[in-house]
């Protein structure tokens, strides 16, 4: 069984910075990729950054530039830097896993953080 928990959001202004942690715990023996998605308000869930192999990032055109996705293999974590945020960014933010456990592939999706961007 594998389980992701996301850490790091809350209550920030506008122009300020944050980064976003998620960790992978349990019978995880290798991740191949991770990704972020966010859901605003009244909105769809999106995907905004991915990372495949801890090299290949890409990034939804509507966060490229302010937003860095990075990996740590030994700790099974995944990193979402975001600087400049704007109210816009307001939304809760999903870490999602795939990779290999003990037993069998697996996907995953975190709970989510609250990240709320005051004007």
């Known amino acids: 069984q594998v389980q992701l928990e996301e850490s790091g959001g809350g209550l920030v202004q506008a122009g300020e910075s944050l980064r976003l942690s998620c960790v992978a715990s349990?019978?995880?023996?290798?991740?191949?990729?991770w990704a972020w998605w966010r859901q605003a308000p009244g909105k769809e869930r999106d995907l905004i950054a991915s990372?495949?192999?801890?090299?290949?990032?890409n990034y939804a055109d509507s966060v490229n530039g302010r937003f860095t996705i990075s990996t740590d293999n030994a700790k099974n974590a995944v990193y979402l830097q975001i600087h400049n945020l704007t109210p816009e960014d307001t939304a809760v933010y999903y870490c999602v896993s795939r990779g290999y456990s003990d037993s069998a592939t697996f996907a995953k999706w975190g709970q989510g953080t609250q990240v709320t961007v005051s004007a």
């Open positions: 990372i495949t192999n801890g090299a290949d990032q």
């Open positions: 349990g019978s995880v023996v290798s991740i191949n990729k």
